[in-house]
């Protein structure tokens, strides 16, 4: 069975300081790997994800995430954050079940709190 | 495109009231979720479907049915409510259901049971 574990419920950090939210999985085959972002009072959408290849992935506003595979983990970073980064980060798994639907497995989330 | 929308936004319910979650998706996607998220818990997975006629239970089912009858459409009806339903619930789409692909959230409903 796959889980994952996000260790930090809450991250607290000032504005323009690096960030590093953690995310380890447990799966006994390959999986495919996303980091989705709720901003207050919205549905969740993808910030970016892993299926194969480059195990650096970045998104469009600054994150990256970089799996590995002998430590299980899928840890997003930034190097600079900004207020507007405050949100809660979800990390979450899949893989194809060979004919049956994938299904999402999230973790806990862990939210992220920029102060000015 | 409006995305995946849903309806109510909030809803307070008595125990032993019913009610319909409706969700809708204009993407022409096969594939429709419903999930729960509680406090410190992430999201659990109610009911999916993959396509118009086909539903399939997920981690957490009991106390809610489900029903597709076109592409567009996956209203999650709760017969009796229980207090241990209180929670938000989020519907979600994709276009193919194999794994890599990105599930689209909707705004969610804001469910308390009293």
């Known amino acids: 069975a796959q889980s994952v574990t996000q260790l930090d419920s809450q991250v607290p950090v000032f504005e323009e300081a690096p960030v590093e939210l953690r995310c380890n999985y447990s799966s006994s085959v390959s999986v495919y790997l996303f980091w989705y972002v709720q901003y207050p009072n919205q549905g969740l959408q993808l910030l970016l994800k892993y299926l194969s290849g480059s195990t650096l992935v970045e998104s469009i506003n600054g994150f990256e995430a970089e799996f590995n595979k002998s430590q299980t983990s899928f840890h997003l970073r930034k190097p600079s954050v900004h207020i507007s980064d405050t949100a809660e980060y979800f990390c979450?798994?899949?893989?194809?079940?060979?004919?049956?639907?994938?299904?999402?497995?999230f973790g806990t989330g862990t939210l992220l709190a920029v102060q000015p | 495109n409006a995305g995946v929308t849903q309806t109510p936004k909030f809803r307070i319910l008595k125990i032993g009231q019913s009610m319909t979650l409706q969700c809708t998706q204009d993407m022409n996607h096969n594939y429709m979720y419903w999930y729960r998220q509680d406090p410190g818990m992430g999201l659990k997975l109610i009911y999916y479907?993959?396509?118009?006629?086909?539903?399939d239970k997920g981690e957490v089912p009991n106390g809610y049915n489900v029903s597709r009858s076109t592409t567009e459409d996956f209203p999650l009806r709760l017969e009796l409510a229980a207090p241990s339903q209180t929670s938000v619930y989020f519907c979600a789409s994709s276009q193919t259901g194999t794994g890599g692909e990105e599930q689209f959230f909707g705004p969610g409903t804001r469910l308390t049971v009293l």
């Open positions: 479907s993959v396509g118009a006629g086909i539903t």
């Open positions: 979450a798994v899949s893989r194809f079940y060979g004919g049956a639907t994938n299904k999402l497995i």
